[in-house]
């Protein structure tokens, strides 16, 4: 016997050569709150995808160690084996019929259907799914489920319309509606959430806790899981860094176990840089409506020269700001290049300003699948500065395959030749290929978004050190977003990270781990004691 | 303030308007022509649009499944269409075997299996082309257009054997081996109707034969319907206050206006059906006129009710029937699936409901349902263009079917009875307006051809724009979230 409701015992996964749960091991008590905490790739959500045996674990070879639920190993091969075990996840994305009623949803697959004899008749005759429902019933069921949450909203209302808030209730409305459920996942619940509506959600999941239903609480606010949470796991680089008490530790504490020490590692040998004081680039109060990216009134003033990173963990806005200067979406707010106001979402005028962008969606607004290296290395200088053209504006052969194979050759671009098609190329030169778009448009500010994602060891080396050489000996302006902070760190001479469509606070390289992670987690309150 | 309050307003009607354009447009063009032209007269335009109604009205149904489980509009009916067709073509072919509405009823017993099989295959290929179901539709019903006409043209005949003249045959000379099917035969003319000449006409055949098992004064049925529709309104009104749960709604000038309509035509049918009642009474004694105004001394309001053909009242009940079991499948397990899948195939899926099969029975029941509509639809007719009658089928329904108020995403059996009166009153005044128009009747044929189109295009623009509209409002700065 045990007295745990779940146990994970040495679960450890690979996709393929890349190993991203590396032997964690923890348990989690009946009735208790027990908050998951780790930056992007930390191995949460693969965890839980093995929890709910989601078809992405089995069709890559399954998990190595065991899933213990009360005490006995069992195999989830699917969501509904899951369900069936009384496992309930909450989603990022809501799982809710816009076009049906709170009740409709709450017991959507799991109608009741009404016994009466017309039923018996005409399932018989036709099969099972054609028996009525019972609205009535379902109704009040979903009535019962809505009440233990207090959520005093009438159960025949439409999705369509509801403040998200409320879709997060009939979300857990729906898993405590199931019988027999034990544990319910949230992930990042209170993301979308108003600070009123992340408050009744808490007060929501105490009550859920109390009534003997284990909660996983998925989240990076520090302070709500120090507020509800009553103990804490910790995940990095798909390791299990700690599970703790959570009346033991303290935020700071905790930002520091889920950031690391890696921070510090391989920052070259700091030749105590001197920075211009002229503001290359200013922006103030920078609105960007990129989805899962909103930016939501950003200020930042970039020195000449410099290298300035922008991190923070995934959809809090980091990516939204390079991709809104750059005109990719709608934004609004002023930016000022070199002193000048630049006119937001002209994509154009901003390059032929001499501003460049590498963008994350490499494959999607990067490069020119289809085409070859060449032509992608060149189209932006010859569209925006007319160069690579012959005196009848047709594209000036032989200057573009000089000017490619001296690329290729600079950047160590592996490739069969300069007419080889992007498309056929590895992650990391394609990447290089879009550097070096960039560069042939002899940019003063080059904005770079995620750019070694995705990419081998020796081909990351490669650009951060190009990027480090553009700022050093060009004196080039790079603005570097990334979702790891132990490059932008190795790099970068400031760094802002950006949370919740803010910049949370800006840090130099060398600051201690848990300020970057108090920073991620949207604790602002320490400031005072990083100035000191 | 005031400046906000005005601009909501008139931002409502104009959603209103944008809503309800398509339906607009047909009622205003309906009007137009009763106003230009001056051969209509009540009775004949009755009779023209209840004859077309009934002709129309299970294709037209055959439709709402489909938009429910949110595989659009689908053209592909035809393929159901030619199911039908298949089982009426073997019927009458072996006519002296199976005369008369026997013969009609195995040609509904016939088509069922064949448009199961066929509905599967549509299915199956929706869900391959998942997101463009309503192209693949289109293109499925041209396709099995060709399938049919090899078939009818010549595998009957080359691989199946053939009664060398007999007169669902292509006609060849003596000793050439007989191939193909005809390009126009009749269903044969029923019971009461036969002439004696012609084609089949020494038994009883097809045509009107469902029609004409019972028909009934048309002012009776009306006065049926409306008794019914009255007491349904009533029955459903004391169901909403009594339910609030029911989730159910009706603003109280709604039943006031739909009461009002409900009375005036129950007013009407009682004094109407009144009128006939007596002079029938008058005529029974005098059994060899069989029409009213060979009466002495009747009011022309009398001649001209009775100039309205009598009421089908089996076709009527094959509709109704097929109405109420789509209501009622709505409301079981398996509609609520439909709607399910059809709001969200990914949100229905991750709660365990079979999208695909569940997306294949949706066009099963509308292929099978488009079968039956085609078998009534020429009975009705009485005469078969074999290769061409069903090829309009999809666009005439879908047109119908949009005019009436549905989408791509939306439809219900008010829409497709709505679509059906307004749509079929378009087709009837088109020669009128094509006349006034351009002083030539046959302009009235394109009207027809331009207002299909046109409502199915305008209906489809405008659902694609507000889809789109709806999906941008995430990139914009300043909505939520």
Request: aromatic letters at 8%; one cysteine or more; charged letters at 20%.
């Amino acid at each position: 016997m045990s007295q745990n409701l779940l146990e994970f015992k040495s679960v450890s996964k690979s996709y393929a050569d890349n190993q991203v749960l590396k032997d964690v091991s923890f348990d989690i008590r009946p009735g208790e709150i027990h908050a998951l905490l780790g930056e992007n790739g930390a191995g949460k959500s693969t965890l839980m995808n093995i929890l709910f045996g989601m078809p992405v674990i089995h069709s890559t070879g399954g998990y190595e160690g065991a899933v213990e639920l009360e005490g006995e190993k069992v195999e989830i091969k699917s969501p509904f084996d899951a369900m069936a075990l009384g496992i309930g996840m909450v989603h990022q994305e809501f799982m809710l019929i816009p076009g049906f009623t709170i009740a409709e949803n709450i017991k959507l697959n799991r109608e009741i259907e009404k016994k009466n004899m017309l039923n018996s008749i005409s399932s018989r005759l036709f099969g099972k799914r054609m028996k009525t429902l019972d609205f009535k019933q379902m109704n009040k069921d979903a009535r019962a489920a809505l009440d233990r949450l207090e959520m005093n909203i009438e159960e025949f209302t439409f999705v369509a319309g509801l403040p998200i808030g409320y879709m997060q209730f009939v979300e857990i409305a729906r898993e405590i509606d199931k019988t027999g459920l034990k544990l319910l996942v949230l992930d990042e619940p209170t993301a979308v959430l108003t600070e009123s509506e992340a408050d009744s959600l808490l007060s929501a999941m105490r009550i859920i806790a109390a009534g003997g239903i284990s909660i996983v609480f998925i989240s990076h606010r520090l302070n709500e899981i120090t507020a509800v949470a009553d103990r804490v796991t910790i995940l990095r680089d798909g390791e299990l860094v700690v599970t703790k008490d959570v009346k033991d530790t303290n935020a700071l504490e905790i930002a520091e176990y889920m950031v690391g020490r890696k921070v510090s590692i391989e920052r070259a040998s700091d030749e105590a840089r001197k920075l211009d004081d002229e503001i290359m680039l200013s922006i103030k109060d920078l609105h960007v409506a990129m989805p899962n990216e909103r930016v939501k009134g950003v200020n930042l003033e970039v020195r000449k020269g410099e290298i300035f990173g922008i991190g923070g963990l995934a959809g809090q806005g980091k990516l939204g700001i390079a991709n809104g200067i750059m005109g990719i979406y709608e934004s609004r707010g002023d930016v000022f290049l070199d002193g000048k106001q630049m006119a937001l979402g002209k994509t154009r005028k901003m390059l032929s300003a001499g501003v460049a962008f590498v963008s994350e969606d490499r494959k999607g607004i990067g490069l020119l699948i289809e085409e070859p290296i060449d032509d992608n290395i060149m189209f932006t200088a010859m569209s925006i500065h007319s160069e690579f053209l012959t005196s009848l504006r047709l594209s000036d052969k032989n200057a573009i395959r000089e000017h490619a194979r001296k690329m290729i050759k600079e950047l160590d671009i592996r490739c069969t030749s300069e007419k080889q098609h992007t498309g056929r190329l590895s992650g990391g030169n394609q990447q290089k290929v879009c550097v070096a778009r960039a560069l042939t448009q002899k940019p003063t500010v080059l904005f770079v978004s995620e750019p070694t994602r995705g990419i081998d060891i020796g081909a990351k080396k490669l650009i951060l050190d190009l990027l480090l050489q553009l700022s050093r000996e060009q004196g080039m302006t790079v603005v570097m977003t990334s979702s790891e902070l132990a490059e932008l760190c190795s790099i970068c001479d400031r760094i802002a990270i950006v949370c919740e469509g803010e910049v949370a606070g800006i840090l130099p390289p060398d600051a201690p781990p848990a300020q970057f992670g108090l920073l991620m987690s949207g604790v602002k309150d320490f400031e005072g004691e990083v100035a000191s | 303030m005031i400046n906000n309050d005005s601009i909501s307003v008139g931002g409502k009607l104009r959603a209103f308007l944008l809503d309800k354009i398509v339906m607009i447009v047909f009622l205003g063009f309906v009007v137009f022509g009763f106003i230009v032209s001056d051969t209509f007269t009540p009775s004949s335009f009755t009779n023209d649009i209840v004859t077309r109604f009934f002709r129309n009205g299970v294709l037209v149904l055959a439709l709402i499944v489909p938009v429910m489980a949110g595989l659009g509009l689908n053209f592909g009916i035809v393929v159901g269409a030619l199911a039908g067709m298949l089982a009426i073509v073997f019927v009458r072919y072996h006519y002296t075997l199976f005369p008369g509405i026997g013969g009609l009823l195995l040609c509904f017993a016939i088509a069922t299996p064949i448009a199961i099989l066929f509905g599967f295959l549509t299915g199956k290929l929706y869900n391959k082309t998942r997101g463009q179901e309503m192209v693949a539709s289109l293109i499925v019903a041209f396709f099995a257009d060709g399938v049919y006409q090899l078939f009818l043209l010549f595998v009957v005949g080359g691989i199946i054997p053939v009664r060398w003249g007999h007169r669902m045959i292509n006609p060849v000379a003596e000793g050439v081996r007989p191939m193909g099917i005809r390009s126009s035969f009749e269903m044969g003319l029923p019971a009461g109707e036969m002439t004696g000449r012609g084609f089949g006409d020494e038994l009883p055949g097809m045509a009107r034969a469902l029609n004409n098992l019972w028909r009934i004064e048309f002012v009776y049925a009306l006065l049926a319907v409306a008794i019914a529709a009255f007491a349904f309104l009533v029955i459903r009104r004391v169901y909403m206050k009594k339910n609030p749960a029911s989730g159910m709604r009706e603003p109280l000038w709604q039943f006031c206006v739909k009461s009002a309509i409900c009375g005036a035509v129950l007013l009407f049918a009682i004094y109407s059906s009144g009128v006939i009642y007596y002079w029938y009474n008058v005529l029974a004694n005098t059994p060899d006129i069989n029409r009213l105004d060979h009466l002495p001394g009747i009011s022309n309001f009398a001649v001209e009710i009775s100039r309205i053909d009598r009421f089908p009242v089996v076709t009527g009940m094959v509709i109704a029937a097929i109405g109420l079991f789509i209501v009622y499948f709505s409301k079981t397990k398996l509609g609520q699936d439909c709607r399910s899948v059809g709001q969200s195939q990914q949100i229905a899926n991750v709660s365990g409901i079979n999208v695909d099969r569940t997306r294949i029975i949706a066009t099963i029941i509308s292929t099978v349902l488009a079968a039956w509509g085609m078998i009534i639809f020429l009975q009705d007719m009485g005469h078969v263009s074999t290769y061409t009658v069903y090829r309009n089928i999809g666009f005439f329904s879908v047109a119908a079917i949009l005019v009436g108020g549905a989408t791509a995403a939306k439809a219900s059996v008010k829409n497709a009875m709505l679509g059906l009166v307004l749509f079929h009153a378009m087709f009837i005044v088109s020669p009128a307006v094509g006349m006034f128009l351009f002083d030539d009747g046959n302009a009235g044929e394109y009207m027809r051809t331009f207002m299909v189109y046109g409502v199915i295009g305008v209906s489809l623009g405008l659902y694609v724009w507000k889809a789109l509209k709806a999906s941008k409002a995430k990139f914009r700065l300043d909505d939520a979230p």
